[in-house]
Nanobody
Framework: QVQLVESGGGLVQAGGSLRLSCAASGSIFHINAMGWYRQAPGKQRELVAAITRIGDTNYADSVKGRFTISRDNAKNTVYLQMNSLKPEDTAVYVC????????????WGQGTQVTVSS
C-alpha cells in the first residue's frame, strides 16, 4: 500500500502563487507516475499535471505556462508550483500515484483546498 499526504493549499488572491506538496510513504518502490488532479464544485475531476519517475511531464492546457510539476525521488515527494493563479483554479487538489506494473494500482491522497479570490 501507498499513502499520500498533501500539503500547501490555502487562500490566495488572483495573480498569486502557491506550492503544493505530496509526500508518499509505504510501498513506494513500485510507483512510477505521480500527478495532481483537481475537482471544483459541480465539475468532474480533471488532470492538472503528471510526472513519471524519469521526469516526463504532462499538463492540462489550462495550466501550461503557469504551473510546474516536479519530483524528488529521494524524498518520495511531488510538488506543484502554481503561479499566476486565477479564480477558476479554485478546487480541491488531489495527489495520485500509479504503480509501475500490472495491475497498475492507483493511490489517492485526501486532497487540499486551493481557493483563489478575485
Amino acid at each position: 500500500q501507498v499513502q499520500l499526504v498533501e500539503s500547501g493549499g490555502g487562500l490566495v488572491q488572483a495573480g498569486g502563487s502557491l506550492r503544493l506538496s505530496c509526500a508518499a510513504s509505504g510501498s513506494i518502490f513500485h510507483i512510477n507516475a505521480m500527478g495532481w488532479y483537481r475537482q471544483a464544485p459541480g465539475k468532474q475531476r480533471e488532470l492538472v499535471a503528471a510526472i513519471t519517475r524519469i521526469g516526463d511531464t504532462n499538463y492540462a492546457d489550462s495550466v501550461k505556462g503557469r504551473f510546474t510539476i516536479s519530483r524528488d525521488n529521494a524524498k518520495n515527494t511531488v510538488y506543484l508550483q502554481m503561479n499566476s493563479l486565477k479564480p477558476e483554479d479554485t478546487a480541491v487538489y488531489v495527489c495520485k500515484a500509479v504503480a509501475s506494473y500490472y495491475p497498475y494500482s492507483e493511490y489517492w491522497g485526501q486532497g487540499t483546498q486551493v481557493t483563489v479570490s478575485s
